[in-house]
T-cell receptor
Framework: KAGVTQTPRYLIKTRGQQVTLSCSPISGHRSVSWYQQTPGQGLQFLFEYFSETQRNKGNFPGRFSGRQFSNSRSEMNVSTLELGDSALYLC??????????????FGPGTRLTVL | AQSVTQPDIHITVSEGASLELRCNYSYGATPYLFWYVQSPGQGLQLLLKYFSGDTLVQGIKGFEAEFKRSQSSFNLRKPSVHWSDAAEYFCAVSYNAGNMLTFGGGTRLMVKP
């Protein structure tokens, strides 16, 4: 089975621009979660989508949004980029439906640099 | 709010020596507990997880972890470290009906030859 894929792997943007990152989960996985990793704040949960619905949301401003398509692929969007948005954005997928503690499989991440 | 603490930011051990990485969580209920490893430029790989039952869990790559409810800890151990174990290790917890993980700050492991 192919793993979680994220595109692009690297991205450079300037302040004020917007960006869209893509995540393709493992085949059959219906839950997709997004995390931001920075040296200062560490790994922080952004949001989770399950069956095209946002199921959980972290403490991030409204500039961060996401969506999930019927094939479980997910995108996250960041509008009006700030320097502090420079980070590694990780996507994770999971197959199980409801209970917490499901094993999540992580992609390699998208490295976003905001200049 | 739940939180996870990894007290050691950096640890250096000699190859062949034993290893223990500490993790403490704060919350009333028993969470689901995980250890992940991240090599440079890579995503996260699950080493092991604890949901319930036996408090000593075995993982991949020779790692094990012990859940101690009284100490709110879930420390990761390995009896003999290999140079390839050099990486960053993250402890994580989840509670809710979903897949929201709360991570510790990570411990960077360096292995001396």
């Amino acid at each position: 089975k192919a793993g979680v894929t994220q595109t692009p792997r690297y991205l450079i943007k300037t302040r004020g621009q917007q960006v869209t990152l893509s995540c393709s989960p493992i085949s059959g996985h219906r839950s997709v979660s997004w995390y931001q990793q920075t040296p200062g704040q560490g790994l922080q949960f952004l949001f989770e989508y399950f069956s095209e619905t946002q199921r959980n949301k972290g403490n991030f401003p409204g500039r961060f949004s996401g969506r999930q398509f019927s094939n479980s692929r997910s995108e996250m969007n960041v509008s009006t980029l700030e320097l502090g948005d420079s980070a590694l954005y990780l996507c994770a997928s999971s197959s199980l439906l409801t209970s917490a503690g499901n094993e999540q499989f992580f992609g390699p991440g998208t490295r976003l640099t905001v200049l | 709010a739940q939180s996870v603490t990894q007290p050691d930011i950096h640890i250096t051990v000699s190859e062949g020596a034993s290893l223990e990485l500490r993790c403490n969580y704060s919350y009333g209920a028993t969470p689901y507990l995980f250890w992940y490893v991240q090599s440079p430029g890579q995503g996260l790989q699950l080493l092991l997880k604890y949901f319930s039952g036996d408090t000593l869990v075995q993982g991949i790559k020779g790692f094990e972890a012990e859940f101690k409810r009284s100490q709110s800890s879930f420390n990761l151990r390995k009896p003999s470290v290999h140079w390839s174990d050099a990486a960053e290790y993250f402890c994580a917890v989840s509670y809710n009906a979903g897949n929201m993980l709360t991570f510790g700050g990570g411990t960077r492991l360096m292995v001396k030859p």
